[in-house]
């Protein structure tokens, strides 16, 4: 194993030697050729775009956020020349479901992509799709399966480079996602080709994510005191994701020091990128947007890792959005100036601004910097008034057209069986636990590193936030409303449910009683003991025609004749009975009659859906590649 990983590492750095070798060569022919001709010419009207999104990065880890250690000076240099967002969430604590919101400016449960199963339906259109129709060059270059043409990334795209990680016949080796360097020379590789087009270039670095592994110089550059048996791994890391299981002070040390690590690396992958593109003399007439997708937890609430909790850990990220030309400054020295009346639009250095925003906003934002029309459906607001001085903590026209303070802002997961959404409003933030019909409520003004659940203490409040959660997000269209009642008698309800697609979310009726859980995302198990009245859950699949099965028992036993099916309350002909993913009669739409905690038995029908859904994807391989990573059970 170890001779083989050697090789594996040998074989990248003869590939990155290569690479870097002929990228060299490239920029010196590319100089002596500049040198005796004139530069490309660019459209003013259509300025370039460069989309950065780095994987699992903390916004605190950040110099340009108060972080300490020098993990990031290019990223601070463009943020001294550009706007900072010192609110910004991600739409989804984990890859897929997040930069697929800033793709589409649809959260989760409206672009659907929800889970690893999942792509997206060709009737939502993407950012890349709405740039390519303005003119623009696109080109991607992304770093890990979550966010490659399997999931229907690419659409929009002439060139969506994956490094073959989705292709068939996917290695299963760790370690096979490309490292930041190699990302790096393959956009600046395209970026040159591209001449005088106008370009949009989406760059996704994996870097920061577990395995925490940076190259030498940065491993280096903090230096931990940990001589312990566990590494920086997954299988290490995972000892610990269960809240309850403590961690070693000097082994959460060492992974915090790995993870700067990556981030510095990043961080000077990311300088090289942005010093190409103004060598092809894009310095002036380029914008630059970088965030997260998510961030990552070290136990500040029991857990590591991302995916599940929906706390500021795991869902504030980084967002600067500057010009590439302010970009070139070095750290701690004066930005250079940016063409302040490009595209309308003014100066930008140095503005920070604390409404809170989303990556929802970021398709709405690049389609204005561009001029692009955006298709309806888009959920999220564009920030380019507040790049001009509306609505900031410095002053500005506070009429400007950004998002309000008090627009609601949300972030969901349904990863290995969590449930979960939040919402904020202003500094008040709930998480809604539907799992486990469990509320929190912080103030992240007087309590940001959210120690102080005040939900019981200002209970109208939560209320008032859980009724505006539930209107900002489609988490019941297209579900199965199940419900059980009793006779006045206590009597024990159980069922097991199963599909052949994915449970996308599960929702009790009412808090407490039902005790139910989900296996492998397309299995649920529920066990009400001692009901007299009703209750119930409702729950969605995706896709929306998947089959699903029902086993039902009362007290044990599966009673067919008390089983009631729509509002013709249609009987099945045995237990367990299977339904179509797409009821044929408009009477299964329709709750069946019955008086609740009066009449016994099951009660089932359908909500209408919003719209179809997706196709489930991914084979064996990707799948066990995406264990190896932490992402599947």
Not at 96 to 124: C, F, Q, W
Not at 321 to 335: E, Q, W, Y
Request: net charge neutral; hydrophobic share 40%; glycine share 10%.
């Amino acid at each position: 194993m170890l001779a083989r990983r050697l090789r594996v590492a040998m074989r990248q750095a003869m590939a990155r030697a290569v690479s870097r070798a002929a990228a060299s060569a490239l920029g010196i022919l590319a100089a002596v050729t500049l040198a005796g001709c004139p530069g490309p010419s660019y459209d003013p009207a259509r300025p370039g775009i460069i989309l950065i999104v780095v994987d699992t990065l903390r916004a605190d880890h950040l110099g340009a956020y108060g972080y300490a250690r020098g993990t990031s000076p290019r990223l601070d240099a463009l943020a001294a020349g550009g706007a900072v967002f010192d609110a910004a969430w991600s739409a989804a604590p984990w890859t897929l479901p997040s930069i697929m919101s800033i793709m589409t400016s649809r959260y989760p449960s409206n672009h659907r992509v929800e889970n690893d199963g999942l792509k997206l339906a060709a009737d939502i259109p993407l950012l890349a799709e709405t740039l390519r129709a303005r003119g623009y060059a696109t080109g991607a270059f992304v770093s890990h399966v979550y966010v490659s043409a399997t999931f229907g990334f690419g659409r929009g795209f002439e060139t969506f480079d994956d490094f073959e990680l989705s292709r068939p016949g996917y290695r299963l080796e760790a370690g096979l996602e490309p490292t930041a360097d190699a990302v790096t020379d393959a956009a600046l590789r395209w970026l040159k080709t591209q001449r005088g087009r106008p370009v949009f270039l989406f760059v996704h670095y994996f870097d920061p994510h577990w395995p925490y592994d940076p190259p030498a110089p940065y491993r280096d550059r903090f230096p931990s005191r940990y001589a312990g048996p566990l590494d920086a791994s997954f299988d290490s890391i995972s000892k610990f994701q269960d809240p309850l299981v403590d961690i070693p002070a000097d082994y959460r040390q060492f992974l915090v020091d790995r993870y700067d690590g990556e981030i510095a690396f990043t961080d000077a992958q990311i300088g090289r990128l942005l010093d190409g593109a103004a060598a092809a003399g894009r310095a002036e007439r380029a914008w630059v947007v970088l965030t997260g997708d998510h961030g990552e937890e070290f136990k500040e609430h029991g857990s590591m890792g991302h995916g599940r909790q929906l706390y500021e850990e795991s869902i504030r990220v980084p967002l600067v959005i500057g010009r590439l030309g302010a970009a070139r400054a070095a750290p701690g020295g004066d930005p250079v100036g940016t063409d302040a009346g490009s595209a309308g639009r003014g100066g930008v250095i140095g503005r920070r601004v604390a409404i809170p925003v989303s990556g929802i906003d970021l398709f709405p934002t690049i389609a204005a910097l561009s001029g692009a029309t955006p298709p309806a459906g888009l959920q999220g607001r564009s920030l380019v008034d507040l790049l001009a001085g509306g609505r900031t903590t410095g002053g500005g026209d506070p009429a400007g057209a950004g998002p309000p303070p008090d627009r609601p802002l949300v972030s969901e997961t349904v990863r290995l069986n969590a449930y979960r959404k939040a919402i904020r409003r202003d500094a008040l933030k709930l998480i809604h636990s539907s799992g486990e019909e469990r509320r929190e409520l912080y103030d992240l003004d007087a309590d940001p590193l959210e120690r102080r659940d005040l939900s019981v203490l200002r209970p109208q409040e939560c209320r008032t936030l859980t009724r505006a959660l539930f209107a900002e997000v489609d988490i019941l269209s297209g579900g199965w409303n199940l419900r059980w009642s009793g006779d006045g008698r206590p009597h024990r309800f159980q069922g097991e449910i199963k599909t052949t697609g994915i449970i996308r979310s599960l929702i009790p009726i009412a808090p407490g009683g039902v005790k139910h859980m989900v296996q492998g995302g397309n299995r649920m198990v529920f066990d009400d003991e001692r009901q007299s009245g009703e209750n119930g859950l409702t729950f969605t699949t995706a896709p929306y025609e998947a089959e699903v099965e029902f086993y039902l028992l009362i007290d044990g036993r599966p009673l067919v004749d008390r089983v009631f099916l729509g509002e013709r309350r249609a009987k099945p002909r045995a237990l367990p009975f299977t339904l179509a993913g797409d009821p044929p009669s408009a009477a299964a739409f329709s709750r069946p009659a019955h008086g609740a905690g009066a009449d016994l038995g099951y009660y089932l029908w359908r909500i209408r859906p919003a719209a179809a859904d997706q196709e489930v994807v991914l084979d064996d391989e990707i799948r066990e590649r995406l264990r190896s990573l932490g992402y599947v059970n």
